[in-house]
């Protein structure tokens, strides 16, 4: 795992640092990981989402059922 420093507001720290006591993480910096890694994967999978309709829409132009 690469680690790398970031750099957030006060008031997102006293969030996060409030949250981690509600949850099973040990740390907020273990709970703000979490956080993060699950807003790449959402990308992630919007991107492919988008890629997948945009394939499909080709497809249907082919057979001409859009114009």
Same mark, same amino acid.
């Given at each position: 795992m690469k680690e790398i420093t970031?750099?957030?507001e006060d008031e997102v720290?006293?969030?996060?640092?409030r949250q *981690?006591? /509600?949850t099973a993480f040990d740390s907020t910096e273990e709970y703000? +990981?979490?956080? *993060?890694? /699950? +807003? +790449?994967?959402v990308d992630e999978d919007n991107i492919a989402g988008e890629r997948d309709q945009k394939h499909s829409e080709g497809q249907?132009?082919?057979?001409?059922y859009l114009d």
């Open positions: 970031i750099k957030l720290i006293a969030s996060c640092e *981690v006591q /509600e703000i +990981a979490f956080i *993060v890694s /699950e +807003a +790449a994967s249907l132009r082919a057979l001409g």
